[in-house]
């Protein structure tokens, strides 16, 4: 048997397939959620079934109808052996086991290959800096949730036991995947909520959507229509005004949303639920500020941070000995060919680093005024 959480089947009569499956995915939304007081009830949300020993579905531990509750949902694949069922949550190491092993009815080759890196992996702490301790890798090649080229507005900074959202709201209200991925509806109404599990163990969260898509399990592009913004609270919770409320998830949960990049801006913790704020270079926006959609970052580029405004210089190697042969501006994103060490400078944060980015151009720029999302080479060492 695959390893995972083994639950021992009920058997009353006239029980069915499903009824045991339901209890065994409560009981593991119960076993991750014992210690909340904000919640009111749960909901297993079972998408496909071959009817009788495999399963893949949703299970929704949904939010008091109260301010400042939300609700915390898993995917979850499932196989009945015997008289027992083994369920696996997203961000277990049984997850991508059982996803591999289902039929294709009940989880499809497409969908297997990308919850094949859902699976367990050592969590990640986001940090107020621009470039994150540890050699942490806060990249994720994602957009704002909205057209490209259009401003919205941050209505609320990170929030949630995490920090894992934010409020966001404006434009034309068409709320966007951020990257492309696998598109789930999670709440058993169809509406409210949306999930898309993108690489490298993202997945984003639309809470609160209005006209949302409904086709569970379809693969969505960068850019594809979601829903619009609304104050659906289907799963629970509360919404004043129209919003989407955002929320990043890596390898099964939430994580701080601080640190990463969404249409070349960075989202920073506040001192405060809802309060924080976002940079773009050296651009910071607040709590009811403007940002305009830039697109996405690519895994070999960096947005030019010069901490406070005008520009780079551009030099002829990796140091501040080499002649200067340009300038860049603040703001502007760069492509990176490769990294060399260098003469040691200290950028935003008193992020200080000896390494010096070699830009497509042949050019050189000291990677501590450049926001890549890591302090470690995003190309390689040249």
Known sequence: MLAGVLVPAAHAQ?????????????????????????????????????????????????????EGAYPDGWLFVAHREGKDWTVAFEGEAAFPKLTSAAPEAVVPTGEKQVLATHGAAAPKVATAEAKPLAGGDFRTGMRLPWAVGQSWRLTGGPHESARQAVDLAGGDGRVLATRGGTLYVMCSSQRGWLRVAHDRGYSTDYYHLFNNRTDNGVTVAEGAFLGNIGTDVSCGGSANGAHVHFSLRQNGAFVGIASHNFGKWQIYNGSAAYQGSALHGSTQIGVGGSMYNYGPLGFTQGIIDTNGGGVVNRRSGPGTNFGVVGTVADGATVTIACSANGTSHTGRFDYTTSMWNKLSDGSWISDAFTWTGTGNPVNGWC
């Open 14 to 66: 006239g029980e069915t397939a499903t009824d045991d499956l339901t209890s065994a995915v409560v009981l593991k939304i119960d076993a991750r959620t014992g210690s909340r007081t904000d919640l009111a009830g749960t909901e297993v949300n079972v998408m496909r079934t071959d009817g009788g020993d495999w399963a893949f579905g949703a299970g929704i531990a949904k939010a008091a109808p109260i």
